[in-house]
């Protein structure tokens, strides 16, 4: 199997075979971050798309200086974030000042039965704001300040987006491990 | 709770970690005539700017394996050489007495009988200046007639010694290799000069907008101006001047309508915003609607949600957005000449200073340009380097004219938008006319 460096000089020469073979390694892990960011399957399929050009773009400009995965996704969030401030960028992001978290269910916390896809399809049924939130702080590791700043809204607003995704996110996961247990017990 | 609140977190980051999905296959499809189109134009340019080099290099080659050392300043013989003569380069004329004609070896005598002559008043004796170093020490074969000669014109046909000599009283026969008429230097030019530029933004960075803008396209830009060169030596000289540079982008698939201030209840600076590779268009007329017809690229809150320009029935103007940037230049370049013949070639190289004085967006409104704002986010201050080929044909003493094929890089980013780095590439064939003084 070629190594990584060969394939990027390939693809820095032109190399068809080479492109083909980079993007054929690593779009089903960066689609799964598209579907992440994404509330339907078309605008995942433009993340991708555009994620990608970018990405051989922007190839030369690889240092070899830490993990190339770790580089292309973050192309991909970055392309993501892009499209999300071209539609949400000038509206106004409410404030929710408090939140009522659900209550936490002893029961509940074994959720060994959830699956990825699982996850995944929770997660996409966030609201955008919401989700871009969570994904950015809970998945990404980004403080509430960098978010603010990467998506134009207050910290206070990131706050509060944070533990309303979580709440919505926790009462579904709830529902879903509930579902697969009476499912199994009966 | 902060317990759960860590357990749904990582319930996901762990849950969706090295998590894969197959992509549908048309995605790939669509990806690679995007790539191969981008890399059909950095080809272009790398290939005019390797041509530009390789043929740079070759005149700088061929010029330094064609020189040799200067014959004029060498003697035609290397040895021995002071122990024949006094001097080996003439530092002053020496007056000597010449024997009758029938006494004397051709062209010279030797210093014994230069110092036995009688005073200027005999009359048997010819008066003639001939250089110290033309005369032999005593008992030395008399070569001066070979010998003094530079090498090049051994092999010519043999004269006598006052034909050489350039202080012979009334000789009228002065050899040109031996005393060259003294020009005029004219070391300063002016030159005008233009030419259409070919310009290229490969954007890089891993920030907020990584750069690809596939649906935007350079326009054909052009610089042209007045130089000022100075010529420091022979071969080379610094030049210097303005010129003015007009940079042109197009931003496809935005669609531009008309008529709109009558439904805009805002207020506001700008009522849309269009993210591009050189930065974010601000609009300025309130008149203009602009929507994007394949993506996400215009900000706004009259989205097609909320305003619907074909049910409001606005006036359809544009499919694309024209951005213009005009920088005003001043270069700084050395130019080495290579090649000197009736076509002159010069490697020239250097830096530009580049100072942003216009920026607008306009859309066409048939054969009209229709004001929409400006790009926001340019750097006002660029910085470019230069390397060219020039080709100088020299119409007479002071007028010659010019085509210099040039490449250059910005070395300071054009825009900054986020992280993202936009450093152009441009490529043109300037021509023009140069007058000396």
Known sequence: MPDIKNIIKGCLAGNRRDQELLYRRHAARLYAVSLQYSGNDDEARDILQEGFIKIFDNLVHYKNEGSFEGWMHRIIVNTALEKFRGKH?????????????????????????????DLLDIIRELPPK????????????????????????????????????????????????????????? | MDDRKANIDLLFRNGLKDFEVLPPPEVWNNILPAIRKKQRYVALLRTAAMVTLLVSTTFLAYRLSRQNPSSFNEPAISYGQDQIFDRAIPAEPTLVRTMPSDDRQTGSVSGQQADRLPGPDAESVEEQFVPAAFVARPGTPDISNSLMKPSSLIG?????????????GNNPVIDPLVEEPVKKDNKWRLTAMDSPMYYLRPGSGQGDFPGSFPLEQPRMSYSGGVGVSYKISKKLSIQSGLYYASIGNEVDNIKSFSGFSKFDYTKGDHNFEVH????????????????????????????????????????SLDNSL????????MPVLLRYKLI?????????????????????????????????GKTAGLNNFLVSSSLGMGMEYTLNDKISLNLEPTFRYYLNPFSNIGSITVNPYSFGIFSGLSYRF
């Open chain 1, 130 to 186: 919401y989700r871009m939130v969570f994904n950015l702080y809970a998945i990404e590791g980004y403080s509430h300040k960098e978010i603010s700043r990467m998506i134009n809204i207050s910290e206070g607003t990131s706050k509060s987006n944070l533990s309303r995704a979580r709440a919505i996110l926790q009462k579904k996961v709830n529902l879903y491990t509930g579902i697969r247990k009476s499912a199994v017990n009966g």
């Open chain 2, 276 to 315: 591009t590779s050189s930065g974010i268009i601000l609009t300025k007329n309130p008149d203009v609607y602009l929507s994007d017809n394949m993506g996400d690229r215009v900000v706004t809150m009259y989205g097609r949600d909320v305003f619907d320009p074909v049910k409001a029935n606005l006036p």
């Open chain 2, 156 to 168: 010519r046909p043999s004269r006598p010694a006052a034909e050489f000599n350039p202080y012979a």
């Open chain 2, 340 to 372: 000197d013949r009736a076509v002159d070639f010069n490697l020239i190289g250097g830096m530009s200073y580049n100072l942003l004085v216009n920026n607008t967006v306009h859309a066409m409104a048939g054969n009209n340009r229709y004001d929409v």
């Open chain 2, 322 to 329: 024209y951005q213009n940037f005009g920088y005003i230049e």
């Open chain 1, 89 to 117: 960028n000038l509206f106004r992001v409410d404030n929710i000042d408090q939140i009522q978290e659900p209550d936490a269910d002893p029961d509940n916390d074994d959720y060994s039965g959830l699956e990825a896809s």
